[in-house]
């Protein structure tokens, strides 16, 4: 089945099985079919793919022999019956999701890089998604642009408190006790672009 359009109202059933024959990777956003480039996704600019890739790498050499693990872009994390996305980064413990193949439903922390097409949409949109995932612990937004780093922490009362005092200190991830520098995170990026 291919979209006759850019979107395309489709159930979670549905979209699973159209996206396993697809050669593309696509989400499911409100109910509707986006291929993956119309949020800027696909040919990523090279300073996005090398902060994901060092957030990646420091997570998964400080989670190795733990019962966490680290899954970069093409791991796909299933929200709800509306929403499905690729993020940059995630982190998961749950051990259904540490047995699956295809997609994660219960991650704990997830990471995002911006870019110019996608900062208002990861910051809104996609950030209300992501709240509806009890699991979800803690969201980081990665800029490689300005070198900042915000991450949102879910508190014992369901709210999220965004916590900017951290970031001098790097990417510091309270839920799996971890920091990574500041200068592991924007490694190979050079000085702040403007």
């Known amino acids: 089945m291919n979209l006759p359009a850019e979107r395309s109202k489709m159930s979670l059933a549905e979209f699973m099985t159209w996206e396993a024959q697809q050669a593309?990777?696509?989400?499911?956003?409100?109910?509707?079919?986006?291929?993956?480039?119309?949020y800027g996704m696909v040919g990523a600019r090279r300073t996005h793919?090398?902060?994901?890739?060092?957030?990646?790498?420091?997570?998964?050499?400080?989670?190795?022999?733990?019962?966490?693990?680290?899954?970069?872009?093409?791991m796909k994390v299933l929200v709800d019956q509306d929403h499905s996305y690729y993020p940059d980064v995630l982190v998961t413990c749950h051990p259904e999701d540490l047995a699956a193949d295809l997609a994660m439903r219960?991650?704990?922390?997830?990471?995002?890089?911006?870019?110019?097409?996608?900062?208002?949409?990861?910051?809104?949109?996609?950030?209300?998604?992501?709240?509806?995932l009890p699991s979800l612990e803690e969201y980081a937004l990665i800029d490689p642009s300005s070198h900042q780093i915000e991450v949102y922490r879910r508190q014992a009362n369901d709210d999220w408190l965004l916590v900017t005092s951290d970031s001098p200190r790097g990417l510091v991830l309270n839920s799996?006790?971890?920091?990574?520098?500041?200068?592991?995170?924007?490694?190979?990026?050079?000085?702040?672009?403007h």
Do not use: M, W
């Open 106 to 132: 219960h991650p704990k922390v997830i990471i995002e890089v911006l870019s110019p097409a996608t900062a208002n949409y990861d910051r809104g949109d996609k950030f209300l998604a992501y709240r509806k």
């Open 24 to 38: 593309e990777k696509y989400e499911l956003h409100a109910g509707e079919v986006y291929r993956h480039e119309v």
């Open 176 to 193: 799996l006790g971890i920091q990574i520098a500041l200068e592991v995170v924007f490694e190979d990026l050079g000085g702040q672009e």
């Open 49 to 74: 793919v090398i902060a994901a890739g060092n957030c990646f790498a420091a997570l998964k050499e400080r989670l190795r022999g733990g019962p966490c693990q680290a899954f970069i872009s093409d």
